[in-house]
Structures are given as structure tokens and as C-alpha cells.
């Protein structure tokens, strides 16, 4: 069974930063992992991706704001968020994918307003 524990959300001004992190268990280097967000009244959807491999993607609206990152040694991914909009409040989920299994983290809110 595979744990994810994410961390980090808050409230934060537009314009500000955040930097979320998630820790897993097991073998988490070979884990494929992704943060998603859903907004109140909106599906959840994938915000960045990064490959066991370190290869990265992520959607059109975080592009030049968003990085995502893993530390295979912590177990652990972070999702550094810049130039923070009111558009970017939601509850973040850490995700991981594991031989065909997908397993999702708690969530941690985060809200951006002035």
C-alpha cells in the first residue's frame, strides 16, 4: 500500500509563492508522480507531471509559473508555485502511479486572495 502525505498549502497573496510538498512510501523512485487540483464546483485536473526519469509536464495555465521537482532520496515531490492567481485556489492532490495503480494523497488547500 502506498502513502502520500502532502504538505505546504496556505493562504498566500496574488503575485505570491508557495511550495508544496508530498512524501510517499514504498518505492517511490520508480513511482510516476503528479499534482492535480480541483476547484469548488470543477473536476479535478492535472496541474504537472514528473516521470521516474525526471521528465516533466505540465498544463497550459501553469506553464512559466509552476515547477515540479522529486528528491527519490526524501521521497518526496514538490510543486513550486510562483506568480500565484486567484484562479490557482484549489485543493492540490499529490498522485502517484505504481505497476498500473493510481493512489492519491489527503490535499492540502490552497488559497490565493487578497
Do not use: H
Request: with cysteine.
Amino acid at each position: 500500500q502506498v502513502q502520500l502525505v502532502e504538505s505546504g498549502g496556505g493562504l498566500v497573496q496574488p503575485g505570491g509563492s508557495l511550495k508544496l510538498s508530498c512524501t510517499g512510501s514504498g518505492a517511490f523512485s520508480i513511482f510516476a508522480m503528479a499534482w492535480y487540483r480541483q476547484a469548488p464546483g470543477k473536476q479535478r485536473e492535472l496541474v504537472a507531471s514528473i516521470t521516474s526519469g525526471g521528465s516533466t509536464n505540465y498544463a497550459d495555465s501553469v506553464k512559466g509559473r509552476f515547477t515540479i521537482s522529486r528528491e527519490n532520496a526524501r521521497k518526496t515531490v514538490y510543486l513550486q508555485m510562483n506568480s500565484l492567481r486567484p484562479e490557482d485556489t484549489a485543493v492540490y492532490y499529490c498522485r502517484a502511479l505504481y505497476l498500473g495503480r493510481i493512489y492519491w494523497g489527503q490535499g492540502t488547500q490552497v488559497t490565493v486572495s487578497s
